[in-house]
């Protein structure tokens, strides 16, 4: 629950030569199609190269199918015994997602400076204030799921659900481009996967 809130978009991607006067030249692209993955085999000489991923934005919309008269989810799961604070599984999706968009490293553990930049972007000062050593031997935030540098998603979904007010949750779903009843409808992730047939210097 909570996926289908994101559905497929329609996207594509250009690949750009940047040569060494900084110029960009177009090297191939892909079509735009509605789907999860899309995918062209290329075969470049070495050399800079610069992604671009894109979206027409026409599919960044609540699905046709889903009706106006669908409820706004209780931000938490009610009597869910010996477990404290459940939040819904919408929500938790969504973290789940944030989650990906914050964790620019792609190493499935957020750092202090990206629950910085999280805390900037949402507009939440407890995660404005956090920094390397609170992820310490003997720092704060480790009773969370978490290593020495920062909080793997289930730590980071606990941290919020504990810390984080709906009051101030909803703050950070408009910030991330979700409406009120956790649709995402302004942002979407893309993951990039690059393959080569010989090891790559980046």
Request: net charge negative.
């Given at each position: 629950?909570?996926?289908?809130?994101?559905?497929?978009?329609?996207?594509?991607?250009?690949?750009?030569?940047?040569?060494?006067?900084?110029?960009?030249?177009?090297?191939?692209?892909?079509?735009?199609?509605?789907?999860?993955?899309?995918?062209?085999?290329?075969?470049?000489?070495?050399?800079?190269?610069?992604?671009?991923?894109?979206?027409?934005?026409?599919?960044?919309?609540?699905?046709?199918?889903?009706?106006?008269?669908?409820?706004?989810?209780?931000?938490?799961v009610q009597n869910v015994p010996n477990f404290g604070k459940v939040i819904h599984p919408v929500y938790k999706s969504i973290i789940k997602d944030i989650f990906k968009k914050i964790d620019i490293s792609m190493e499935r553990i957020v750092e202090a400076d990206e629950l910085n930049l999280f805390g900037g972007i949402a507009d939440l000062q407890v995660f404005k204030d956090i920094d390397d050593s609170d992820f310490g031997a003997s720092g704060?935030?480790?009773?969370?799921?978490?290593?020495?540098?920062?909080?793997?998603?289930?730590?980071?979904?606990?941290?919020?659900?504990?810390?984080?007010s709906e009051e101030d949750f909803s703050k950070a779903l408009t910030a991330f481009g979700y409406d009120e009843y956790g649709f995402s409808n302004k942002s979407r992730n893309f993951i990039i996967s690059v393959h080569s047939e010989t090891p790559v210097n980046c």
């Open positions: 629950m909570g996926a289908d809130r994101r559905p497929t978009i329609d996207m594509n991607f250009v690949v750009l030569d940047r040569d060494d006067d900084g110029d960009l030249n177009l090297v191939d692209y892909v079509d735009y199609s509605v789907s999860k993955t899309t995918q062209k085999q290329i075969y470049l000489e070495a050399g800079n190269y610069i992604i671009v991923p894109g979206s027409l934005g026409g599919y960044l919309q609540r699905p046709k199918n889903i009706p106006d008269s669908i409820s706004k989810p209780d931000y938490y704060p935030l480790r009773t969370y799921a978490s290593n020495d540098q920062g909080f793997t998603c289930y730590g980071f979904t606990d941290y919020i659900t504990n810390k984080v």
